[in-house]
């Protein structure tokens, strides 16, 4: 996968993405994310890319021509096809597991990111494919928000976990949250971990995780449980869940 950042704060991220797993991931050559500096493509001496707004308004707005400049260094125009361009927007689509699966596919995607009070709407009516927001607040840049679609997509990408196993069995993969887990010690403050997952029978571990998946969806997420089709057996199981919860959240609350 190719990522083209089109920003006028690289650093920003670069700074994100070079860490941890996807900096490894970049080492090893299965993602690359170059970061273009809009400013480059000022077209004047002061690396001036904004100016105020038509009909009034505070703030700057960034403008059209050094965009479409940054963005057409990215491909030639005669001989290759337009790269999937993603402006990074409150007003866009709200992120969600299955569209960045659906990013996954492409070969190469562009994520142009405004800053200030955004970017003059023509040059976005001419380069623009899709908007997409992270959710519903506004942030002072697109950076933040890239990296953070740059970071879930990239996880779904083959070379970058371990396996695919690793991704598709967490929260919003299959439509519920992921169980809870749980790592060594076997018992802290006298927290034992359930036993089904010490028995080694994969079989039951698996039907476990299922319930305590659902059940946590129930509790966390009801407007996800409500999508599911939860069978009469299964609610019969998570109201058992939900009991022995309750009594045992109750026994430790009394002894803390
Ligand atoms: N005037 C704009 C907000 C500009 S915020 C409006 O009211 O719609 C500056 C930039 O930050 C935007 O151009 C966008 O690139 C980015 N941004 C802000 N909030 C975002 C969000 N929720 N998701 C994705 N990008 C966002």
């Not at 403008?63 to 290759?80: G, H, I, K, M, T």
């Not at 996880?155 to 919003?172: C, F, K, Q, T, W």
């Not at 059940?215 to 009991?243: F, G, H, N, Q």
Request: proline share 4%; hydrophobic share 35%.
């Amino acid at each position: 996968m190719r990522y083209s950042v089109l920003t006028l704060f690289p650093n920003q991220v670069k700074n994100f993405l070079s860490e941890s797993i996807l900096g490894r991931a970049m080492e090893k050559g299965v993602l690359s994310v170059e970061c273009i500096d809009i400013r480059d493509f000022a077209g004047n001496r002061y690396g001036k890319v904004d100016d105020t707004l038509f009909g009034g308004g505070t703030g700057m707005l960034m403008q059209c021509e050094p965009v479409y400049q940054a963005f057409s260094s990215l491909y030639n125009r005669d001989s290759e096809k337009k790269p999937h361009c993603i402006f990074m927007s409150p007003k866009g689509q709200v992120l969600t597991q299955s569209k960045a699966r659906e990013l996954a596919s492409f070969d190469h995607l562009v994520f142009l990111c405004g800053h200030y009070e955004g970017i003059d709407q023509r040059v976005l009516d001419e380069i623009v494919d899709e908007e997409i927001s992270i959710g519903d607040y506004v942030l002072t840049g697109g950076e933040v928000a890239a990296c953070v679609v740059i970071d879930c997509i990239s996880r779904m990408i083959p070379g970058v976990l371990p396996n695919s196993e690793a991704y598709e069995e967490e929260s919003h993969m299959q439509g519920y949250l992921e169980a809870p887990q749980y790592t060594k010690p076997n018992i802290w403050h006298d927290q034992e971990v359930p036993e089904v997952m010490l028995s080694g029978n994969h079989a039951k571990i698996k039907e476990w995780k299922r319930l305590h998946g659902l059940y946590d969806t129930w509790k966390k997420r009801p407007d996800m449980l409500v999508k599911l089709d939860v069978s009469a057996e299964d609610w019969k199981k998570l109201l058992e869940i939900d009991k022995e919860t309750q009594e045992r959240n109750s026994i430790h609350k009394n002894e803390n």
